[in-house]
């Protein structure tokens, strides 16, 4: 397909367990974002790629959270030792412009901790 | 710390009329602003931005309204359809910062 694509859709994890969410953005789009978003709360800003470099990661809420994009296109969050309050929907996003409010946002993976 | 936000969590609009989703925002520092839609189980859509030297951008249907003495934006959707049920975001951000704030949403429901 032609917009961002992200795997797996639904995640349930056990407190404690790892989690690893893929995100394809749509091609040639050089900027990535990830982005969580809690029921009924609008997104918060997690990290952001240029390419293959991570040059915001702000956002990222403990040292728990990681993210990559290797070869500048398919990024992957990953969560460490999953604890309850991770339970929200992960939104990625890409862009093909810099400074630009207009991104393609993939549908989310939605996990739940248990 | 400063954030962006909504009047009013939900509205409900007769089919065929007007509807107005307002915003406010206390970053004095913002310039640009976007609203995005969301709909059940998808990620958000893109409708339109302005920056901050403009009062008003119109698109198909859509026109956003911007008042920087007030700190307020608002989206203006006209004759509304059932497919613009949806939860609407502002959004803003400020030239060199690649990260959108969004604020809470509002609920939009057409009424048939």
């Known amino acids: 397909?032609?917009?961002?694509?992200?795997?797996?859709?639904?995640?349930?994890a056990k407190r404690g367990q790892d989690v690893a969410l893929r995100c394809d953005p749509i091609s040639g789009h050089v900027s990535l974002f990830w982005y969580q978003q809690a029921l009924g709360q609008g997104p918060e800003f997690l990290t952001y790629f240029q390419n293959e470099a991570q040059l915001d990661k702000s956002g990222l809420p403990s040292d728990r959270f990681f993210a990559e994009r290797p070869e500048g296109s398919v990024s992957t969050l990953k969560i460490q030792r999953t604890q309850q309050e991770d339970s929200a929907v992960y939104l990625c996003a890409s862009s093909n412009r810099r400074n630009t409010g207009e991104l393609f946002f993939g549908e989310g993976s939605r996990l739940t901790v248990l | 710390?400063?954030?962006?936000?909504?009047?009013?969590?939900?509205?409900?609009?007769?089919?065929?009329?007007?509807?107005?989703?307002?915003?406010?925002?206390?970053?004095?520092?913002?310039?640009?602003?976007?609203?995005?839609?969301?709909?059940?189980?998808?990620?958000?859509?893109?409708?339109?931005?302005?920056?901050?030297?403009?009062?008003?951008?119109?698109?198909?249907?859509?026109?956003?309204?911007?008042?920087?003495t007030v700190k307020h934006l608002s989206l203006q959707i006209a004759a509304t359809q059932p497919g613009d049920s949806a939860v609407y975001f502002c959004a803003e951000t400020y030239f060199g910062n690649e990260k959108l704030t969004f604020g809470t949403g509002t609920r939009l429901t057409i009424i048939p």
């Open chain 1, 1 to 12: 397909g032609a917009g961002v694509s992200q795997s797996p859709r639904y995640k349930v």
């Open chain 2, 1 to 68: 710390g400063e954030s962006v936000g909504l009047h009013l969590p939900t509205l409900s609009v007769q089919e065929g009329d007007n509807s107005i989703i307002n915003c406010a925002y206390s970053n004095s520092a913002s310039d640009y602003f976007i609203w995005y839609k969301q709909e059940s189980g998808k990620g958000p859509q893109f409708i339109i931005d302005i920056r901050s030297n403009m009062d008003k951008r119109q698109g198909q249907r859509v026109t956003v309204l911007l008042n920087k």
